[in-house]
């Protein structure tokens, strides 16, 4: 469903990304992998309309999206959450939900002043899913706090269910287990793994840290310095020399 | 350590000096073509003196007033403790919002005439903060030509009313129409800027608008304006002594009382108080609504809000648009109000004013818009001498609101909507 | 040849003003370069610098002075000195205790600074416009055709050497003196900049010092050109520099100095074949074309936005 072709991001004169080529099949979690600084998140970036990319190519269900703008990709489908997590620290952590239904609500101005049936209705609908969520993730009691206050496993966690809220059919993850304990990664990586199974989505993450992905993805593409260097199943990625030495060399 | 702090105190004091001394001890005076130079009254000399003695005496010993400040109790009684609950708040605010309604119902029946015209201006100002409180404080938009809008409020409905005999009924949606219209296609272009070259742009549009205003004087008279603004009717009655529009009525005349010019003023306040209190609820309505929501989230954070598939562009323009809107609506109720205009009650300090109201009523908070909009009003007028130094304290005050309490007095805090669950 | 005389006539008093612009531009700039505000209260600091000048002239004169070189030069002084330190003053007490919390709360803090300083001129010295004597009088007569005679006063030349010697001294202190060094450290990368032991402190400060003696020399040259001054003098010269920094491309100092020269000759160009109301609309039309199509302006880099 999402097919990346020889994708280079230029920044003046340093080449961040350099072909690097990506595809994920439905119902599949595909990893990123490689050292900090291989433009791993440069790659998200161009993904998710951050960036235009200088070069390649972007297909999302056979529809070229390179270049279009941040917030049309994301409407199409493809949702992310980000390396250092970024909430809505000052809004409650239902709203925070609801602020990803957007584009589900009755926006109509007139409706909402008025109040009329239509526009309740999907406001309750919206809040019906953002429960649904939030108990899945196991923050039903934290509902109306506001995100900021809570714990940091908690806000990884809330992340990912605001994405899963505006329905989306990828979602790209960057460093998701960055800062958990072991105990709060495993949980992260089931939950992963039941997002594939019972919600049919398919997902990219990113992670500098093999051991993490090695159980759950079912490929893995390692980039190093900008350029592809290995992809294949976690059982090839773990006997690729090229990816042995990128990674001893540099630990 | 203690030399260090006196070296700096003296210092300190040197610049007080520099910066004072020249301009304001010394006082250009021009006679026919000649300038001649005078000293200040001696109290002014002194008084620079004694400042300059101030701030060596608070450098000096800076350490041990600062450990005596630590030891006051706090300005804001309300810094430590926790947040009222949300529902207490809320109710609260409303109380006292109604409270100020019901007060502003019996105001014009007790106070003088005067009053009563300046209440109606502290309404018109109301709602143009709380319209441009949309936009800078729940859109976090700093929009510093915000009187342009304000100014085509005004002028669509002295034209019209000068080429067509257009009611005050029929421009005050017209204004506002045209003035939303007009923030749709000014903000388009100009919202995907960064938010401080959007107020220098903003600011740009808003000379650009008045020197329009200024120029185009076929159209617009020019600096001279527009009279003959008509008053607002009531079901067709006017509240003149003589009857000007065709099949009008006069109110002294139906009612079978005595002509007052009363009546006018008092109907005009009245008519400001239930356009100030629509204003108000409508804004409250779309704090609570998805548009409030994605401001807010806008506002917070653009690049989160962006990747959840917010348009950034469709988000800020629904805010400039409706801050449009309202000062559009303020606007004709101060042409109705002044039956007179001109470019130069649509300048650059005008929008600065307004702002002022913003950001000491803390950004985003409606009851803190209301009261700072009540005494940036009204205490220039209560103390005469002192609205000479009404733009000083302004200034001041909103360098000192910037450093001290960037979110305003009363912080804002939108309501939240509540998850609601029966286990 | 009648249309070239005065289209060369519009160019000479373009690139005055223009000039004088850029002297202003300098400091909008390097302040944006360095801690990335708009210093809105610059075109004041101006303004107070051409107040300041007035009074030396008037209190000089006044004294029996006599010697024209003399009294400007103690007027320039005077006027760099009063400026420089309420740049400081301003930078100390309305922006250094908002930096770096979000983008608009110092601007805000920067527009109250204006207003303040606006109206404690207003009150210290009136609102009225003060008449500026005509110190330097006369100037070159150009081909005439009878109709129209091109000239270039002693005024104007007084005003582009001024400035080139200014901006000589700036691009000579940048590059090869110890605090120029630093501030160009301190302006590619304030956090390293601090790491590496640069006092970033006083090179903020420094760079308010420097933005406004160049404001101060700019207002006594166009307060001279001018003829009077009053308490709005600064705020409509003030957008105009800024206009020009923006245009050059904010944070570039040869930037600002092609904006300034650029906007000067648009607006005498546009008081010349269109009409002098126009002028301020043309450079605010400007200034809002550049930052929609190209906001990093003709010599400024790009910026990546940081995700």
Same mark, same amino acid.
């Not at chain 3, 040849?1 to 531009?25: E, H, K, R, V, W």
């Given at each position: 469903?999402?097919?990346?072709?020889?994708?280079?991001?230029?920044?003046?004169?340093?080449?961040?990304?350099?072909?690097?080529?990506?595809?994920?099949?439905?119902?599949?979690?595909?990893?990123?992998?490689?050292?900090? +600084?291989?433009?791993?998140? !440069?790659?998200?970036?161009?993904?998710?309309?951050?960036?235009?990319?200088? +070069?390649?190519?972007?297909?999302?269900?056979?529809?070229?999206?390179?270049?279009?703008?941040?917030?049309?990709?994301?409407?199409?489908?493809?949702?992310? !959450?980000?390396?250092?997590?970024?909430?809505?620290?000052?809004?409650?952590?239902?709203?925070?939900?609801?602020? *990803?239904?957007?584009?589900?609500?009755? !926006?109509?101005?007139?409706?909402?002043?008025?109040? !009329?049936?239509?526009?309740?209705?999907?406001?309750?609908?919206?809040?019906?899913? *953002?429960?649904?969520?939030?108990?899945?993730?196991?923050?039903?009691?934290?509902?109306?706090?506001?995100?900021?206050?809570?714990?940091?496993?908690?806000?990884?966690?809330?992340?990912?269910?605001?994405?899963?809220?505006?329905?989306?059919?990828?979602?790209?993850?960057?460093?998701?287990?960055?800062?958990?304990?072991?105990?709060?990664?495993?949980?992260?990586?089931?939950?992963?793994?039941?997002?594939?199974?019972?919600?049919?989505?398919?997902?990219?993450?990113?992670?500098?840290?093999?051991?993490?992905?090695?159980?759950?993805?079912?490929?893995?593409?390692?980039?190093?310095?900008?350029?592809?260097?290995?992809?294949?199943?976690?059982?090839?990625?773990?006997?690729?020399?090229?990816?042995?030495? *990128?990674?001893?060399?540099?630990? | 350590?203690?030399?260090?702090?006196?070296?700096?105190?003296?210092?300190?004091?040197?610049?007080?000096?520099?910066?004072?001394?020249?301009?304001?001890?010394?006082?250009?005076?021009?006679?026919?073509?000649? /300038?001649?130079?005078?000293?200040?009254?001696?109290?002014?000399?002194?008084?620079?003196?004694?400042?300059?003695?101030?701030?060596?005496?608070?450098?000096?010993?800076?350490?041990?007033?600062?450990?005596?400040?630590?030891?006051?109790?706090?300005?804001?009684?309300?810094?430590?403790?926790?947040?009222?609950?949300?529902?207490? $708040?809320?109710?609260?605010?409303?109380?006292?919002?109604?409270?100020?309604?019901?007060?502003?119902?019996?105001?014009?029946?007790?106070?003088? $005439?005067?009053?009563?015209?300046?209440?109606?201006?502290?309404? /018109?100002? /109301?709602?143009?903060? =709380?319209?441009?409180?949309?936009?800078?404080?729940?859109?976090? =938009?700093?929009?510093?030509?915000?009187?342009?809008?304000?100014?085509?409020?005004?002028?669509?409905?002295?034209?019209?009313?000068?080429?067509?005999?257009?009611?005050?009924?029929?421009?005050?949606?017209?204004?506002?129409?045209?003035?939303?219209?007009?923030?749709?296609?000014?903000?388009?272009?100009?919202?995907?800027?960064?938010?401080?070259?959007?107020?220098?742009?903003?600011?740009?549009?808003?000379?650009?608008? #008045?020197?329009?205003?200024?120029?185009?004087?076929?159209?617009?008279?020019?600096?001279?304006?527009?009279?003959?603004?008509?008053?607002?009717?009531?079901?067709?009655?006017?509240?003149?002594?003589?009857?000007?529009?065709?099949?009008?009525?006069?109110?002294?005349?139906?009612?079978?009382?005595?002509?007052?010019?009363?009546?006018?003023?008092?109907?005009?306040?009245? /008519?400001?108080?239930?356009?100030?209190?629509?204003?108000? =609820?409508?804004? #409250?309505?779309?704090?609570?609504?998805?548009?409030?929501?994605?401001?807010?989230?806008? $506002?917070?954070?653009?690049?989160?809000?962006?990747?959840?598939?917010?348009?950034?562009?469709?988000?800020?323009?629904?805010?400039?648009?409706?801050?449009?809107?309202?000062?559009?609506?303020?606007?004709?109720?101060?042409?109705?109000?002044?039956?007179?205009?001109?470019?130069?009650?649509?300048?650059?300090?005008?929008?600065?004013?307004?702002?002022?109201?913003?950001?000491?009523?803390?950004?985003?908070?409606?009851?803190?818009?209301?009261?700072?909009?009540?005494?940036?009003?009204?205490?220039?007028?209560?103390?005469?001498?002192?609205?000479?130094?009404?733009?000083?304290?302004?200034?001041?005050?909103?360098?000192?609101?910037?450093?001290? #309490?960037?979110?305003?007095?009363?912080?804002? #805090?939108?309501?939240?909507?509540?998850?609601?669950?029966?286990? | 040849?009648?249309?070239?005389?005065?289209?060369?006539?519009?160019?000479?008093?373009?690139?005055?003003?223009?000039?004088?612009?850029?002297?202003?531009?300098?400091?909008?700039?390097?302040?944006?370069?360095?801690?990335?505000?708009?210093?809105?209260?610059?075109?004041?600091?101006?303004?107070?610098?051409?107040?300041?000048?007035?009074?030396?002239?008037?209190?000089?004169?006044?004294?029996?002075?006599?010697?024209?070189?003399?009294?400007?030069?103690?007027?320039?002084?005077?006027?760099?000195?009063?400026?420089?330190?309420? %740049?400081?003053?301003?930078?100390?007490?309305?922006?250094?205790?908002?930096?770096?919390?979000?983008?608009?709360?110092?601007?805000? &803090?920067?527009?109250?600074? &204006?207003?303040?300083?606006?109206?404690?001129?207003?009150?210290?010295?009136?609102?009225?416009?003060?008449?500026?004597?005509?110190?330097?009088?006369?100037?070159?007569?150009?081909?005439?055709?009878?109709?129209?005679?091109?000239?270039?006063?002693?005024?104007?030349?007084?005003?582009?050497?001024?400035?080139?010697?200014?901006?000589?001294?700036?691009?000579?202190?940048?590059?090869?003196?110890?605090?120029?060094?630093?501030?160009?450290?301190?302006?590619?990368?304030?956090?390293?900049? &601090?790491?590496?032991?640069?006092?970033?402190?006083?090179?903020?400060?420094?760079?308010?010092?420097?933005?406004?003696?160049?404001?101060?020399?700019?207002?006594?040259?166009?307060?001279?050109?001018?003829?009077?001054?009053?308490?709005?003098?600064?705020?409509?010269?003030?957008?105009?520099?800024?206009?020009?920094?923006?245009?050059?491309?904010?944070?570039?100092?040869? %930037?600002?100095?092609?904006?300034?020269?650029?906007?000067?000759?648009?607006?005498?160009?546009? &008081?010349?074949?269109?009409?002098?109301?126009?002028?301020?609309?043309?450079?605010?039309?400007?200034?809002?074309?550049?930052?929609?199509?190209?906001?990093?302006?003709?010599?400024?880099?790009?910026?990546?936005?940081?995700?």
């Amino acid at each position: 469903m999402l097919e990346v072709q020889n994708l280079s991001m230029r920044f003046g004169g340093l080449l961040a990304v350099d072909q690097v080529s990506l595809n994920v099949q439905e119902r599949e979690i595909v990893s990123i992998i490689g050292p900090n +600084g291989a433009g791993k998140t !440069t790659v998200f970036n161009c993904m998710s309309g951050f960036y235009k990319p200088t +070069g390649g190519k972007i297909l999302f269900e056979g529809k070229e999206v390179q270049g279009k703008p941040d917030y049309r990709i994301s409407r199409l489908g493809m949702v992310r !959450t980000f390396q250092h997590v970024r909430l809505f620290t000052q809004m409650s952590v239902v709203e925070n939900l609801l602020v *990803a239904q957007h584009r589900h609500l009755n !926006t109509n101005m007139l409706a909402g002043l008025l109040g !009329t049936p239509n526009y309740r209705a999907r406001e309750q609908k919206a809040l019906d899913r *953002a429960a649904y969520w939030l108990e899945r993730v196991g923050l039903l009691e934290s509902a109306n706090r506001d995100a900021g206050n809570l714990s940091y496993g908690q806000q990884r966690r809330l992340e990912i269910a605001r994405c899963m809220v505006t329905e989306p059919k990828l979602l790209m993850l960057d460093e998701p287990a960055a800062g958990l304990n072991p105990a709060e990664t495993q949980e992260l990586n089931q939950l992963i793994v039941s997002l594939k199974e019972d919600y049919n989505v398919s997902v990219v993450l990113i992670e500098h840290d093999m051991s993490l992905v090695m159980d759950i993805s079912d490929r893995i593409n390692v980039i190093n310095q900008g350029r592809p260097l290995a992809c294949g199943t976690p059982e090839e990625i773990r006997q690729n020399d090229d990816v042995i030495k *990128a990674y001893l060399g540099e630990e | 350590m203690a030399s260090n702090n006196y070296r700096h105190a003296v210092f300190c004091a040197i610049v007080t000096l520099i910066i004072s001394f020249p301009i304001l001890g010394l006082n250009l005076e021009a006679q026919g073509v000649n /300038i001649t130079l005078t000293g200040a009254k001696t109290s002014t000399i002194v008084a620079i003196f004694l400042a300059a003695g101030a701030v060596f005496v608070f450098q000096a010993f800076r350490d041990s007033f600062s450990g005596l400040l630590g030891k006051l109790p706090k300005l804001n009684p309300l810094a430590d403790k926790e947040p009222m609950e949300q529902s207490k $708040r809320v109710k609260l605010e409303s109380w006292i919002l109604t409270g100020i309604v019901v007060l502003a119902l019996f105001w014009p029946f007790v106070v003088s $005439r005067g009053s009563v015209d300046l209440a109606t201006l502290v309404l /018109i100002y /109301i709602m143009l903060a =709380l319209g441009l409180n949309v936009v800078v404080g729940l859109a976090g =938009l700093l929009d510093l030509g915000y009187v342009a809008f304000y100014a085509v409020g005004a002028y669509t409905f002295a034209l019209l009313s000068q080429y067509t005999g257009i009611s005050f009924w029929m421009a005050l949606p017209l204004g506002a129409l045209l003035a939303g219209t007009f923030g749709l296609l000014l903000g388009f272009p100009v919202l995907r800027l960064r938010g401080d070259y959007l107020a220098i742009v903003t600011l740009g549009f808003g000379e650009i608008i #008045r020197i329009l205003l200024n120029n185009w004087t076929s159209l617009t008279g020019g600096p001279n304006g527009i009279g003959g603004i008509p008053e607002p009717t009531l079901f067709g009655m006017e509240f003149g002594r003589r009857v000007k529009g065709e099949g009008n009525t006069s109110f002294h005349e139906t009612f079978g009382i005595a002509y007052s010019g009363e009546h006018k003023v008092i109907f005009l306040y009245l /008519i400001a108080l239930v356009l100030a209190v629509i204003t108000a =609820l409508i804004i #409250r309505r779309f704090m609570r609504m998805p548009v409030g929501r994605a401001w807010e989230a806008l $506002r917070e954070d653009e690049i989160a809000a962006r990747s959840l598939g917010l348009s950034r562009t469709a988000v800020k323009l629904s805010a400039f648009t409706i801050g449009a809107f309202f000062a559009g609506f303020a606007g004709t109720v101060f042409a109705s109000k002044q039956g007179f205009i001109s470019p130069e009650s649509f300048v650059f300090l005008e929008s600065a004013i307004i702002l002022a109201i913003v950001v000491l009523g803390g950004m985003g908070s409606q009851l803190g818009v209301i009261l700072a909009a009540i005494a940036v009003t009204i205490l220039p007028e209560l103390a005469r001498e002192f609205s000479e130094y009404r733009m000083l304290i302004f200034g001041a005050a909103m360098v000192l609101m910037m450093v001290w #309490r960037p979110q305003g007095l009363l912080p804002m #805090r939108r309501i939240h909507i509540k998850l609601n669950r029966q286990e | 040849m009648q249309d070239l005389l005065y289209f060369s006539q519009q160019l000479i008093n373009g690139l005055t003003i223009g000039s004088a612009y850029a002297l202003i531009a300098i400091g909008y700039t390097m302040v944006y370069g360095i801690i990335g505000m708009i210093n809105f209260a610059h075109g004041e600091i101006y303004m107070i610098g051409a107040y300041t000048a007035l009074i030396a002239i008037t209190g000089l004169t006044a004294l029996g002075l006599a010697w024209l070189p003399l009294i400007l030069i103690v007027a320039l002084v005077c006027a760099i000195i009063v400026s420089s330190t309420m %740049g400081w003053a301003v930078e100390r007490v309305a922006y250094r205790p908002v930096r770096g919390r979000h983008r608009l709360i110092p601007l805000i &803090s920067a527009i109250g600074m &204006s207003i303040f300083l606006q109206n404690y001129v207003h009150l210290a010295q009136g609102s009225r416009n003060i008449g500026f004597p005509l110190l330097i009088e006369g100037g070159f007569k150009f081909g005439s055709d009878g109709h129209f005679e091109m000239s270039l006063s002693y005024m104007q030349i007084t005003i582009f050497v001024t400035t080139l010697i200014c901006m000589t001294v700036l691009s000579l202190f940048i590059s090869r003196s110890r605090t120029g060094r630093a501030c160009r450290a301190v302006s590619q990368d304030l956090g390293m900049a &601090s790491l590496l032991g640069i006092d970033t402190n006083r090179i903020i400060s420094a760079t308010f010092i420097i933005g406004a003696a160049l404001a101060a020399v700019a207002g006594l040259l166009l307060g001279m050109y001018y003829g009077s001054v009053d308490p709005l003098f600064g705020f409509i010269a003030g957008l105009k520099a800024f206009t020009a920094a923006v245009l050059g491309g904010i944070g570039s100092i040869p %930037g600002a100095m092609l904006g300034g020269l650029i906007l000067g000759v648009s607006e005498s160009m546009t &008081s010349g074949y269109l009409s002098g109301e126009y002028k301020d609309v043309v450079s605010f039309g400007l200034l809002i074309l550049i930052l929609l199509f190209k906001p990093t302006g003709l010599l400024g880099k790009p910026e990546v936005e940081k995700i």
